[in-house]
């Protein structure tokens, strides 16, 4: 069973909003009331990547004892490898140059939690016992959920969240900071989540007339409290709520929820989506869903996609860090062509979790400077002055004190704050990140002419263009041939 101090870390009583949201004020929206505990047995391996004692304790070594890296999560679907490749080219290079203050990075595991309670419980223990420095988390919110209280208990190892989004989750390090502050998540919340969507909606509706949206989301604890969002804000933004699907797990046939968005009057579907997005976009091509599709969608944005899907486009627009690379930093752009270049199978780019894992890593090094020292007690308050204008998801932390949301990946609401690479911290200055980019495949002859090119990556080969946010766009949305007045016909 699910140790009971574990659930009672969420807010059970507080499982919906009370009066309107407001984009500017964080809900606590507590939307892990319905954790499922997996009973699936199995656990992976322990694995070094750099060697190491075993023995060395947790940020209380010598200075030549390596840092550990625990890696938990879902390491059979691409969003646990992305944690597992964004490490291990990271610490390549950082070790290249010498390490953290003089001592080598190393992987721990990845254990594999097959996305169950159970065996992550299992993972969490073992590499607690593996005197772990940081453990940086792959699983998903379902299952996080029942790591909270064990996580709060093992102080001198610092979590840091790649996959779960659930705003609940932050209630506890604002509630009772001193017990969950070794906790950070570098995953927006549901707001931001939400409103990286909304936004493009918005610009999809003024340059297109979409204006009646339909929401999709996967029956999964991360999209309940966007769901409340979608219904309160959409109005407030001149969108048109045109229903919501809520779509099981291992849904095979999507024509079903087509139907009902067309039926509703629908001219946009807003995913949120992790699972089956790939499944989703190949049925609205194969279908000729005449809606336009944007959203969080999983795997439709790793590069591989465009070959699957036999050069589907246009049909889904979807988060992603990588697409339009002309207009982002030469650090990322490189680290990009990188990973494209090391890795010859699926996923050949870094979709959401790697550019998490990415600033992650990127973070605790320079926190690790700052403090001269990778004690947990010591990194924490240099984490909380994390800040990445120029990073795709941009954003960072604050800490207690500094507003409703420490240890969430946040940023300024005013825009030219945001784009600062100091912003000024505050109660009621920041919000929930709603900068991830949001990308479209587009063929060659339609794509921007400068789109950036993956070293080798063919002529003939589909573009991933940002279409959202401004300082990250590469082009515009393009609507698809079979779009009534379509000028791609």
Same mark, same amino acid.
């Given at each position: 069973?699910?140790?009971?101090?574990?659930?009672?870390?969420?807010?059970?009583?507080?499982?919906?909003?009370?009066?309107?949201?407001?984009?500017?004020?964080?809900?606590?929206? /507590?939307?892990?009331?319905?954790?499922?505990?997996?009973? !699936? %047995?199995?656990?992976?391996?322990?694995?070094?990547?750099?060697?190491?004692?075993?023995? +060395?304790?947790?940020?209380?070594?010598?200075?030549?004892?390596?840092?550990?890296?625990?890696?938990?999560?879902?390491?059979?679907?691409?969003?646990?490898?992305?944690?597992?490749?964004?490490?291990?080219? %990271?610490?390549?290079?950082?070790?290249? +140059?010498?390490?953290?203050?003089?001592?080598?990075?190393?992987? @721990?595991?990845?254990?594999?939690?097959?996305?169950?309670?159970?065996?992550?419980?299992?993972? *969490? #223990?073992?590499?607690?016992?593996?005197?772990?420095?940081?453990?940086? !988390? $792959?699983?998903?919110?379902?299952? #996080?959920?029942?790591?909270?209280?064990?996580?709060?208990?093992?102080?001198?190892?610092?979590?840091?969240?790649?996959?779960?989004?659930?705003?609940?989750?932050?209630?506890?390090?604002?509630?009772? &900071?001193?017990?969950?502050?070794?906790?950070?998540?570098?995953?927006?919340?549901?707001?931001?989540?939400?409103?990286?969507?909304?936004?493009?909606?918005?610009?999809?509706?003024?340059?297109?007339?979409?204006?009646? @949206?339909?929401?999709?989301? #996967?029956?999964?604890?991360?999209?309940? !409290?966007?769901?409340?969002?979608?219904?309160?804000?959409?109005?407030? $933004? !001149?969108?048109?709520?045109?229903?919501?699907?809520?779509?099981?797990?291992?849904?095979?046939?999507?024509?079903?929820?087509?139907?009902?968005?067309?039926?509703?009057?629908?001219?946009?579907?807003?995913?949120?989506? +992790?699972?089956?997005?790939?499944?989703?976009?190949?049925?609205?091509?194969?279908?000729?869903?005449?809606?336009?599709?944007?959203?969080?969608?999983?795997?439709?944005?790793?590069?591989?996609?465009?070959?699957?899907?036999?050069?589907?486009?246009?049909?889904?627009?979807?988060?992603?860090?990588?697409?339009?690379?002309?207009?982002?930093?030469?650090?990322?752009?490189? &680290?990009? %062509?990188?990973?494209?270049?090391?890795?010859?199978?699926?996923?050949?780019?870094?979709?959401?979790?790697?550019?998490?894992?990415?600033?992650?890593?990127?973070?605790?090094?320079? $926190?690790? #400077?700052?403090?001269?020292?990778?004690?947990?007690?010591?990194?924490?308050?240099?984490?909380?002055?994390?800040? &990445?204008?120029?990073?795709?998801?941009?954003?960072? *932390?604050?800490?207690?004190?500094?507003?409703?949301?420490?240890?969430?990946?946040?940023?300024?609401?005013?825009?030219?704050?945001?784009? +600062?690479?100091?912003?000024?911290?505050?109660?009621?200055?920041?919000?929930? %990140?709603?900068?991830?980019?949001?990308?479209?495949?587009?063929?060659?002859?339609?794509?921007? /002419?400068?789109?950036?090119?993956?070293?080798?990556?063919?002529?003939?080969?589909?573009?991933?263009?940002?279409?959202?946010?401004?300082?990250?766009?590469?082009?515009?949305?393009?609507?698809?041939?079979?779009?009534?007045?379509?000028?791609?016909?």
């Amino acid at each position: 069973m699910q140790n009971e101090d574990d659930r009672s870390t969420l807010d059970r009583n507080d499982t919906s909003p009370s009066g309107s949201l407001n984009r500017r004020d964080f809900l606590k929206v /507590a939307g892990a009331a319905g954790v499922v505990l997996g009973m !699936g %047995s199995g656990l992976g391996g322990i694995l070094s990547a750099c060697g190491g004692d075993d023995s +060395s304790s947790s940020g209380g070594g010598s200075s030549t004892e390596p840092i550990k890296f625990g890696i938990l999560g879902a390491m059979g679907d691409p969003s646990g490898l992305n944690v597992l490749r964004a490490a291990e080219l %990271s610490f390549g290079a950082i070790n290249a +140059s010498g390490g953290i203050l003089g001592r080598k990075c190393e992987i @721990v595991g990845p254990i594999d939690d097959h996305m169950e309670t159970a065996q992550a419980i299992q993972g *969490f #223990e073992t590499l607690v016992a593996k005197n772990v420095d940081v453990i940086l !988390g $792959a699983s998903i919110d379902d299952v #996080e959920a029942a790591l909270l209280g064990r996580i709060s208990r093992a102080q001198d190892i610092l979590y840091l969240s790649m996959f779960a989004s659930t705003q609940a989750f932050m209630e506890n390090v604002n509630k009772d &900071y001193d017990k969950f502050k070794n906790y950070f998540m570098y995953t927006p919340t549901d707001q931001g989540l939400y409103f990286c969507v909304q936004d493009p909606a918005v610009q999809l509706m003024n340059d297109y007339g979409y204006k009646k @949206v339909h929401m999709l989301r #996967e029956d999964m604890v991360w999209t309940e !409290g966007i769901e409340v969002f979608f219904k309160e804000e959409a109005p407030k $933004a !001149g969108l048109v709520p045109a229903g919501v699907s809520v779509v099981p797990v291992d849904v095979e046939d999507l024509t079903p929820y087509f139907r009902a968005a067309e039926q509703a009057g629908a001219q946009q579907i807003m995913t949120f989506i +992790s699972v089956f997005g790939e499944r989703l976009a190949n049925q609205a091509w194969e279908n000729k869903v005449p809606m336009a599709i944007s959203g969080h969608n999983g795997i439709l944005n790793d590069y591989g996609y465009w070959e699957r899907s036999k050069g589907a486009w246009g049909t889904m627009a979807t988060t992603s860090t990588w697409g339009s690379l002309q207009k982002h930093t030469a650090e990322w752009r490189d &680290y990009v %062509s990188e990973w494209f270049s090391t890795y010859p199978d699926d996923p050949r780019t870094p979709m959401w979790l790697g550019e998490c894992t990415w600033r992650g890593i990127k973070s605790y090094k320079e $926190a690790a #400077e700052r403090a001269n020292s990778v004690a947990t007690e010591a990194l924490i308050p240099e984490l909380e002055k994390t800040y &990445y204008a120029d990073a795709p998801t941009r954003g960072g *932390f604050y800490g207690p004190g500094q507003g409703d949301w420490p240890h969430a990946w946040c940023s300024p609401i005013d825009a030219t704050a945001a784009a +600062s690479p100091d912003p000024e911290r505050g109660e009621g200055l920041w919000e929930s %990140s709603p900068y991830s980019p949001m990308t479209q495949w587009q063929p060659p002859d339609i794509a921007p /002419a400068d789109s950036f090119m993956l070293p080798g990556e063919p002529a003939d080969y589909g573009r991933l263009v940002t279409v959202y946010p401004k300082h990250l766009a590469g082009g515009k949305y393009q609507p698809p041939p079979f779009f009534p007045g379509s000028p791609n016909a």
